[in-house]
């Protein structure tokens, strides 16, 4: 019998099993940023410990920080005593910090594949849940919370439950103006927000197997979204092809030695799986969540369902049966550790390209990282942004989550590309929130309203 | 939080959350989360969910005086989905709440659970809503909640409870603040870390 990926990657990574039943799993890659760690340094500091493994731990900022006026110190002293907390634990126990300013610093998930510190086979931890995103190289790759950013940070290890694994196939092409951000929908809309709890999210078939680095990162990104700590992608010659190179990946002779490796991690042709699932993507469209969970959405010609949930229905002052399609929106959010990379900010901007925002619009363009910026700028891509009445920002979260100056305003609806609707999430406690790929953002932003892109694309 | 201590009953009054898919935004709205320390989360605990029932006219569970002191929180399933902040059961905890019953949670937020010393458990959802009803009604209902026997008991309703025995064997034998467990072997550690070729540099042949 052949094994997963996951049971491949977990059994390298297993130090032993403790008596809790739990297994003691060593961390390849810890990353760091400011908002779930200054607790566990202050442990670590209040025990006398070291941090294990400092070659093996990367902090930078992301949360917190303001993306238009960064000057130090900050304006907002919470955000403030939180960045020099950051900086004085790197500083004393000898983590790599890349903070504001420096040509590194972006969202966690977005340097650490950039920067090739991601590989296919690690076993990745952060203290944030969109760490599956990793997964995209075949790493194992989750989020933990505060306490267990103490025990990596102490020992370089986690006590964890094993995963089931749950292969999802998604099989055809994809019609022009349907992206990797409507699979994903599509994959949480079909098997749920608990679907996935228990299992890690193996994403295969031609699909996948065609999507770039970028794309199958937005797929694993939003695992957790549906249930799954975990999510990955086999690792291929799209995956070797993007790490070739990159500042943290092995050079030279040591880079074929690596690819023979990382091609043997992949799952093997009879693995068992625990569940299969096969998704059909050639009829998909555009989906756009309507409701206050990832999993509350219809595809764009779709009216919202009779029988929906009618207390998300009263928060998002929605009629059940009503199109999601006409919608007015008040804000256009393009950002995001899900979809804030250069192929996303390169679509948003073909479709904006010579068009203006409607006036009501507030539209922003948030860079996932300082090294997508710099790429965007060099290919004019911020030029095509501010002309067609776009804010251009610095690298951060930005409005993905209200801890920063960017935020919704009142019952204000924000067609976005970041990956939670929640109540309140992106900063207003009324605020309403329309999940959809950057593309759909860009459309909706000319619009008005929420737009089928394929319309404008075609 | 100090400990490890042994967690092996938990008893006291009973607080009914309803609603399935609670996530931790609500339980804790992220503009909290400035902050370096856990220090004061329990005043900001679902606050945003309070301010809107207020202003609907309705009273939040936890807003809800029958319920004042509860130690025995009540939910729905997939409960704490979303962010991995610990923050989310640490202002419960700090709140005042030791254990949570509920028909399932998200991995995450249980294991962060676990890691300061909350436990959850699960109970099916026939007992779980009929407990709710049960406490509404009488909102002074006190109940024990014991992880050796795995089920939750009070005079007038009793329901067997389910939790991995990995998560209950650690409670109750107060190993459920891990990192002393983990930084025991060092040795070990270091020997796995040296036979992963990404450690070395993919200096030596591949073992496939």
Redesign the interface.
């Known amino acids: 019998m052949g094994k997963t990926l996951l049971q491949k990657v977990w059994n390298?990574?297993?130090?032993?099993q403790?008596?809790?039943?739990?297994t003691?799993l060593?961390i390849?890659l810890h990353l760091v940023h400011e908002?779930?760690s200054?607790?566990a340094f202050?442990t670590l500091r209040t025990r006398g410990?070291r941090v294990?493994?400092p070659e093996?731990t990367f902090a930078t900022v992301d949360?917190?920080v303001p993306t238009r006026e960064r000057r130090r110190p900050f304006l907002?002293v919470?955000?403030e005593?939180?960045i020099a907390?950051l900086e004085r634990n790197c500083r004393e126990f000898g983590v790599p910090l890349w903070n504001v300013g420096d040509r590194h610093q972006g969202i966690v998930h977005v340097i650490g594949p950039e920067l090739g510190l991601t590989?296919p086979?690690?076993t990745i931890a952060c203290?944030?849940?969109h760490?599956s995103t990793h997964g995209a190289f075949g790493a194992v790759a989750f989020?933990?919370?505060?306490?267990?950013v103490?025990?990596v940070l102490?020992?370089?290890?986690?006590?964890?439950?094993p995963l089931k694994v749950r292969r999802i196939r998604v099989t055809g092409r994809l019609a022009p103006g349907v992206y990797a951000k409507d699979v994903i929908l599509e994959i949480i809309r079909r098997l749920g927000?608990?679907g996935g709890?228990?299992y890690a999210y193996e994403y295969a078939g031609d699909t996948v197997e065609r999507m770039s680095m970028d794309e199958r990162m937005t797929v694993c990104n939003m695992s957790?979204e549906g249930?799954a700590?975990v999510g990955y992608v086999n690792p291929d010659e799209t995956t070797f092809a993007y790490l070739e190179g990159r500042p943290w990946a092995?050079p030279g002779e040591?880079?074929r030695?690596?690819t023979?490796?990382w091609a043997?991690l992949a799952s093997d042709r009879d693995a068992a799986y625990d569940d299969d699932v096969e998704i059909r993507a050639d009829d998909l469209t555009p989906v756009v969540t309507w409701g206050t969970?990832p999993g509350q959405s219809v595809r764009i010609d779709e009216p919202i369902p009779a029988a929906s949930d009618a207390?998300a229905l009263a928060y998002m002052g929605f009629e059940p049966g009503a199109p999601v399609r006409g919608q007015r929106i008040d804000v256009a959010f393009i950002g995001s550790c899900t979809n804030a990379r250069l192929s996303d900010l390169r679509e948003a901007a073909r479709i904006i390209k010579g068009h203006r925002v409607a006036p009501h619009v507030k539209a922003l363009v948030v860079p996932g990282s300082a090294g997508v910026q710099a790429a965007a700028e060099r290919e004019g891509l911020d030029a095509v942004f501010r002309s067609a009445g776009f804010e251009w920002r610095n690298a951060g979260c930005s409005m993905c989550?209200?801890?920063n100056p960017d935020r919704l305003e009142g019952r204000q609806v924000c067609a976005s590309s970041s990956n939670?609707n929640?109540?309140?999430?992106q900063?207003s406690?009324?605020g309403r929130t329309l999940l959809m790929s950057p593309a759909m953002v860009a459309a909706a932003a000319l619009a008005g309203v929420v737009t089928d892109v394929r319309e404008v694309l075609s | 939080m100090n400990g490890p201590e042994r967690i092996t009953a938990v008893e006291g009054g009973v607080l009914p959350l309803r609603g399935d898919d609670i996530d931790t935004d609500r339980i804790i709205p992220a503009r909290y989360l400035r902050t370096v320390s856990f220090e004061g989360l329990e005043r900001h605990v679902f606050e945003d969910d309070r301010a809107a029932a207020r202003q609907g006219a309705t009273l939040h569970p936890f807003d809800d005086e029958r319920f004042a002191g509860a130690r025995v929180l009540l939910v729905h399933s997939n409960f704490g989905c979303g962010s991995s902040r610990e923050h989310a059961p640490q202002a419960l905890a700090r709140w005042g709440i030791r254990a949570i019953v509920g028909v399932s949670f998200s991995d995450i937020f249980f294991g962060n659970a676990a890691m300061i010393g909350l436990p959850c458990l699960t109970a099916g959802r026939e007992d779980v809503e009929a407990l709710m009803a049960f406490a509404e009604q009488h909102p002074r209902t006190s109940v024990r909640v014991d992880l050796s026997a795995l089920a939750l008991e009070s005079d007038a309703f009793s329901c067997a409870l389910s939790m991995p025995a990995a998560a209950r064997d650690a409670f109750i034998s107060g190993a459920w603040d891990t990192t002393g467990m983990l930084l025991d072997r060092v040795d070990e550690v270091r020997a796995v870390a040296s036979r992963l070729p990404y450690v070395t540099g993919f200096s030596a042949p591949p073992r496939a």
């Open positions: 390298l990574h297993t130090v032993r403790l008596p809790t039943g739990q003691q060593f390849g908002v779930t200054p607790q202050e410990w294990a493994f093996r949360h917190i907002d919470l955000a005593d939180m907390a590989q086979g690690m203290g944030d849940s760490t989020g933990i919370g505060t306490s267990q103490r025990d102490a020992t370089q290890c986690v006590a964890i439950e927000v608990r709890v228990g957790i249930g700590r092995p040591a880079f030695r690596a023979a490796w043997s969970n207390e989550l209200g801890m939670r929640f109540k309140g999430r900063g406690p009324t």
